[in-house]
């Protein structure tokens, strides 16, 4: 009984580290998916940035040559 009970504590023990190794994984996923969310937000900011800044000298060399 004894060999049998610790052969459960042993499974239980090792259930729960892989739990916690696939849960580890998953929070290392989903951090590296907002690193890229929010690296895309501001590549797509900043291009909104420039068109809006060329936009604004386009309009007034458009003014100085008429």
Request: net charge negative.
């Amino acid at each position: 009984m004894s060999k049998y009970k610790n052969f459960l504590i042993t499974e239980q023990e090792n259930a729960m580290d892989n739990i916690d190794g696939m849960w580890h994984q998953k929070q290392l996923e989903e951090e590296q998916q907002i690193a890229q969310i929010k690296e895309r937000n501001l590549f797509e900011w900043q291009a909104i940035q420039d068109a809006i800044y060329y936009s604004k000298r386009l309009k007034i060399a458009e003014g100085n040559i008429k």
